[in-house]
């Protein structure tokens, strides 16, 4: 009995797992980083006028673009088989 628990592998990879683990939380980190970086953009065209608002709302629109454009690669992760 003692061989055949021996030479059987374990039910979780925890290596790769933990990998999984690693690479989602750096993704959601920098997601959120992103997006507020986008949302203070948008605030500071709100209040700004002028080249500084001009370049505001491009940044701001630039983290928009890149947020639409990780979503969309998750989605084609989900239902790509």
């Known amino acids: 009995m003692h061989l055949l628990l021996a030479s059987s592998k374990p039910l979780v990879d925890w290596a790769g ?3 999984v ?5 750096l993704f959601a980190l ?8 986008s949302i203070m953009a948008f605030s500071d ?7 500084r608002k ?3 709302t491009a940044l701001a629109g ?14 084609y992760i989900i239902t790509a088989k």
């Open 17 to 19: 797992l933990g990998k």
């Open 21 to 25: 683990f690693l690479v989602s939380a």
């Open 30 to 37: 920098g997601v959120v980083f992103v997006m507020s970086l």
């Open 45 to 51: 065209a709100s209040t700004h006028s002028g080249g």
């Open 54 to 56: 001009v370049t505001s």
């Open 62 to 75: 630039f983290g928009i673009l890149v947020i639409l454009a990780i979503v969309a690669y998750g989605i």
